[in-house]
């Protein structure tokens, strides 16, 4: 990753000049995007994310938001602590860090903030993983079997193994595509000392998420001999190899 970062009285944009080699502040307004018949808007995450027909490839933008209660009075600005410190310069600097770690994730291509006083707010680019489903769009159409299940927990293993901590693991921020499965949104993301605790903590949070979805309404038994077994088999298998 080659990083470069334009600052301006408002905030900055940090970008990998390796992919594109000029990003302005147009990048991260989906309007400029729509007069130029360059967006498509496409459901997920909180308030949807767009994608855009950019110079470097068709990408996904993603603006901050926050969720829970907290954002019916804060909405999508965050407490300003410092450039490096925000949420879109955190997540563009881990993708990197898990690109050169050679771990199927997002490529960040640029990202800002934008400063108002105490807050700020934050937008993202990646690049589109091109023919994805989401493991629980797999799981809706039946399509999610023990096989599945085995390269879920390999996946998950290897990221854990370099100790990278998904903030936010469920069945929405896996990406399943014909040769390869893919972690996404890394918001809040780190990489910690590898450890029992916060793995299993990552672990549980996806199976909640299988759950939750109705991997088990049918018949509890079958979800673990057949789903949530060979995850943990192939997982166990990754994480020690």
């Not at 493991?135 to 879920?152: F, I, P, Q, T, Y």
């Not at 390999?154 to 903030?167: E, T």
């Amino acid at each position: 990753m080659q990083e470069r970062i334009r600052e301006d009285s408002t905030g900055a944009i940090l970008f990998d000049a390796a992919v594109s080699p000029q990003v302005d502040a147009d990048w991260f307004v989906p309007e400029a995007w729509r007069e130029r018949g360059a967006l498509r808007q496409q459901a997920g995450g909180r308030g949807g994310v767009a994608i855009i027909d950019t110079p470097a490839g068709e990408c996904v933008l993603r603006h901050y938001r926050r969720g829970g209660l907290v954002a019916s009075w804060m909405g999508d600005r965050y407490l300003w602590t410092g450039a490096d410190r925000t949420r879109s310069f955190s997540e563009f600097r881990l993708l990197g860090l898990i690109a050169s770690l050679g771990l199927p994730g997002p490529q960040a291509v640029a990202c800002r903030y934008q400063r108002s006083g105490l807050f700020y707010t934050a937008d993202l680019i990646t690049r589109r993983i091109a023919h994805a489903l989401t493991l629980a769009e797999c799981l809706a159409a039946g399509r999610l079997d023990s096989e599945m299940a085995e390269l879920v927990g390999a996946l998950v293993a290897r990221f854990h193994r370099a100790g990278i901590c998904h903030a936010d693991l469920n069945a929405h921020n896996v990406l399943v595509t014909s040769d390869e499965l893919y972690l996404i949104d890394f918001d809040r993301g780190r990489q910690r000392t590898p450890a029992e605790a916060w793995q299993q903590a990552n672990l549980l949070r996806l199976r909640r998420s299988l759950v939750k979805l109705g991997a088990a309404a049918q018949d509890q038994a079958a979800f673990e001999e057949q789903l949530w077994k060979p995850l943990v088999y192939r997982y166990e298998r990754t994480l020690s190899a």
